[in-house]
């Protein structure tokens, strides 16, 4: 079974990257279209890429142990703030909107660092900083992701585990060629894609899941009862807010195609397909949890729920704060975000919007990020109750591995199906997100980095040669970027200790995060004083204290847990980071006369 489960996991991945294949050579394009997106690129697919970019692996261990183990508030918690860090974003977004207008005008970098140097004092040393931070954050997440898909890939290859790591190198290779070879364009179709696989692996093992449940009915926990009123209620609610269009079908054209080409109609007929399969499972998910309700009843469903909400939660104080900062305020800094506001503001600038329309889609855009992105967390963690509900898993640090190695070691009717619904998921889950963040690297590596280092020439000069230059300058240097989160990997899986499932998997990407978040008051102080008539600006030397200062003060309290292995302090880390970051920044305001 595993074997078949692995066969149809890479046909999975295989059809996600024709997208790339149609829209290849647009790393010859020029930086605004290989870096933000062409013109043919539709507002749905960014805003689904962007949204498949939210469901990782790395973090989806945690949600599923937090799940099985019933401790629901820490994912309650996480999900309202990530969906109210999206809604400030969106609610700020008029000085961003105006900033990225005016660099794509201008030919200019669009990135979230580029707008810190412009804010304080336009001095290409903090945007270089910034931008040196958020490759490092970047590349720890692009190794999470990694290490997270490998350790869940290891119980089904039984006998031949020392395949994972191939197979892992494999996918990060792909990443490569899906990025450099079709541009954002390409990694963002790919991404749309991919969630719509998500949701074909996540709902559809759900719904045999609930089958599974359904047959061996029993006493069952507070929070699995939980599990089965929220599990079908997300389900639902996704199909309503998407109604049936999960992934979008239009028809991938590019600038030199007179006409379709026959895989992009063959692409469009999947698409479609895999439409009506998604809305099977979410109509089976209903169906089965409606059996369930009956079975059990209404009302003792009820009070088992409220009973699982009133339990409580284990996790430290520390992991609270976090799970509320860094939500909140990590979408703001988050170079992706950047880099898919450009391309949907592209788009509003090469088509003739209406005035009102053009204010309104910014704001949909966020309204459907936010609410889904929340919503799927919440989902993934519920996921996790059933599942080890269903097959009898115990909860632990270990818990997803140890439920796929339950899936792999009981084949039955239902299993046979689950094993490759799951994996083509969390494949899915994994592959968009290093697509998506290898193209924002990419982005931060030609806009912010390849400049400082070669600067280019007068407007005056050849530009497409001078372009061309640049862009071999940029595949050179991701590649070599891209090489070191191979090798970081191999190390991490050789020396790492830690569960992708527990909580201190996802505290040390939180910690990671830190050197990106260390810039984050430079960023919200100039846009909530822009609102108040200010500018919240500070002089190019203090803004690098700050940024050193945040990051010195998320190191201090990971170096604490190094040292005392005590979870709280990796999760302070965010704490840290943000106050002495906040903290430098308001003395430096206080400074200025």
């Known amino acids: 079974m595993s074997f078949y489960a692995v066969v149809f996991v890479a046909l999975s991945v295989a059809v996600c990257l024709v997208p790339a294949w149609l829209l290849r050579r647009q790393f010859r394009a020029p930086a605004q279209d290989f870096c933000v997106g062409s013109q043919f690129t539709p507002l749905d697919v960014t805003r689904n890429s962007s949204i498949a970019y939210s469901l990782r692996v790395a973090t989806f261990g945690p949600l599923f ?40 005008r201008g030919g200019r970098s669009i990135t979230v660092h580029a707008f810190v140097a412009s804010q304080h004092g336009n001095d290409p040393n903090v945007g270089l900083i910034a931008a ?20 869940l890939l290891k119980p089904v290859l039984t006998g031949g585990a020392w395949l994972v790591w191939p197979l892992t190198l494999g996918m990060l290779t792909l990443t490569m060629l899906c990025a450099v070879f079709s541009g954002t364009s390409g990694a963002m179709s790919c991404a749309q894609l991919q969630l719509g696989m998500t949701y074909l692996g996540l709902f559809g093992s759900a719904a045999l899941l609930l089958y599974v449940l359904a047959s061996t009915l029993g006493p069952m926990p507070a929070h699995g009862m939980l599990a089965i009123v929220l599990v079908p209620a997300s389900c639902v609610l996704v199909l309503v807010h998407r109604r049936g269009k999960y992934v979008d079908t239009g028809l991938i054209l590019t600038a030199d195609a007179a006409r379709p080409s026959p895989g992009a109609t063959l692409l469009r007929m999947f698409q479609r397909v895999l439409k009506r399969c998604i809305t099977f499972f979410i109509v089976l998910v209903a169906v089965i949890a409606g059996m369930l309700f009956y079975a059990t009843g209404l009302p003792a469903a009820g009070r088992e729920s409220i009973t699982a909400l009133m339990s409580g939660t284990q996790v430290p104080a520390a992991a609270l704060i976090a799970l509320v900062l860094f939500p909140l ?6 170079v992706v975000n950047w880099q898919r506001m450009a391309a949907v503001q ?32 919440l989902f993934m963690c519920m996921f996790g109750a059933v599942a080890v509900v269903a097959t009898g898993t115990t909860a632990g640090a270990h818990v997803m591995s140890a439920f796929v190695a339950q899936l792999v070691a009981d084949p039955n009717e239902a299993t046979v199906l689950i094993l490759p619904l799951l994996l083509t998921g969390v494949c899915a889950m994994a592959l968009s997100a290093m697509i ?20 280019e020439p007068a407007p005056g000069a050849a530009q497409p040669a001078n372009d061309a230059t640049a862009m071999r300058r940029t595949v050179i240097v ?26 201190a998997f996802l505290a040390l990407l939180f910690a990671l995060g830190c050197a990106q978040l260390s810039f984050q008051p430079l960023v919200l102080g100039p846009l909530v004083a822009r609102m108040r008539g200010g500018a919240g600006a500070v002089s190019p030397t203090r803004a690098l204290a700050i940024m050193g200062c945040g990051v010195l003060g998320g190191a201090a309290a990971a170096a604490i847990y190094a040292a005392t292995g005590l979870e709280a302090w990796l999760w302070a880390a965010v704490p840290a980071c943000l106050g002495s970051g906040w903290l430098c920044f308001a003395m430096a305001r206080r400074a200025i006369p």
């Open 132 to 151: 040196s931070l958020t490759l490092v954050t970047l590349f720890g997440l692009i190794v999470g992701e990694a290490v997270a898909v490998a350790e």
């Open 65 to 104: 142990a937090w799940g099985a183990s019933g401790d629901i508030w820490p994912v309650i918690v996480g999900s309202a703030c990530f969906g109210l860090g999206l809604f400030l974003v969106s609610r700020l977004r008029g000085p961003i909107l105006e900033f990225v207008g005016s660099a794509l």
């Open 478 to 503: 991701g590649a070599g970027f891209l090489l070191a989160v191979a090798a970081a990997f191999l190390a991490a899986g050789a020396l790492l200790r830690i569960g992708v499932s527990s909580g």
């Open 329 to 334: 305020l990590h979408p703001m800094v988050d």
């Open 346 to 377: 592209k788009h509003l600038d090469a088509t003739d919007f209406e005035p009102g329309l053009r204010a309104r889609v910014p704001y949909s855009f966020f309204r459907m990020y936010a609410t889904e992105s929340a919503l799927l967390w």
């Open 436 to 455: 998506s963040m290898f193209s924002a690297s990419l982005c931060t590596i030609r806009y912010d980095i390849v400049p400082w280092f070669w600067p």
